[in-house]
């Protein structure tokens, strides 16, 4: 939740599957910043909050 209110990306990912299911969308914002914290260990570059694409 710590991500979700100071990442805009992720905020704006969590609103949009918190409608339907509040549960299933935790565990959706923790499966992208997972992913997002994969990616930086690969490449090495630093993790940006906000970035949206």
Do not use: F, W
């Amino acid at each position: 939740m710590v991500a979700v209110r100071t990442d805009m990306a992720l905020q704006t990912y969590y609103r949009k599957h918190s409608a339907k299911e509040p549960n299933k969308a935790i565990i959706k914002v923790a499966h992208k910043l997972l992913s997002r914290m994969r990616a930086v260990i690969i490449t090495g570059v630093p993790y940006q909050t906000g970035l949206m694409k």
